[in-house]
């Protein structure tokens, strides 16, 4: 089992930056892929960017290239999201969550989920 707790959200202006992190408990952390997503008021929880067990894959969704980075440290069971260039469509709760699986944009493929931090861009 897996235990997930997001930090790093807060309140920051259009074109400014952040750093999320979800730290993992348990030993087993570096089996996981790992993966964002982000969920804004009156919508669905969607896909933002996922890496492998290694680090050595990473994937992110089209509204996110190029300004977000997924990255991982498995000696310190931590996932980061570092967002740059941020805009106001971006404010959502993000959320982190691990699968066994090999990295994937799906919700139900992941088994574990953190409670998320809210991250809210003013225009």
């Known amino acids: 089992q897996v235990q997930l707790v997001e930090s790093g959200g807060g309140l920051v202006q259009a074109g400014g930056s952040l750093i999320l992190s979800c730290a993992a408990s348990?030993?087993?952390?570096?089996?996981?892929?790992m993966g964002w997503f982000r969920q804004a008021p009156g919508k669905e929880r969607e896909y933002v960017a996922a890496?492998?067990?290694?680090?050595?894959?990473?994937d992110y969704a089209d509204s996110v290239k190029g300004r977000f980075t997924i990255s991982r440290d498995n000696d310190k069971n931590t996932v980061y999201l570092q967002m740059n260039s941020l805009k106001p469509e971006d404010t959502a709760v993000y959320y982190c969550?691990?699968?066994?699986?090999?990295?994937?944009?799906?919700?139900?493929?992941?088994?574990?989920w953190g409670q998320g931090t809210q991250v809210t861009v003013s225009s």
């Open positions: 890496i492998s067990w290694s680090g050595g894959t990473t």
């Open positions: 348990g030993r087993t952390f570096s089996s996981y892929a």
């Open positions: 969550a691990a699968t066994y699986y090999s990295p994937t944009t799906e919700v139900y493929d992941y088994d574990y």
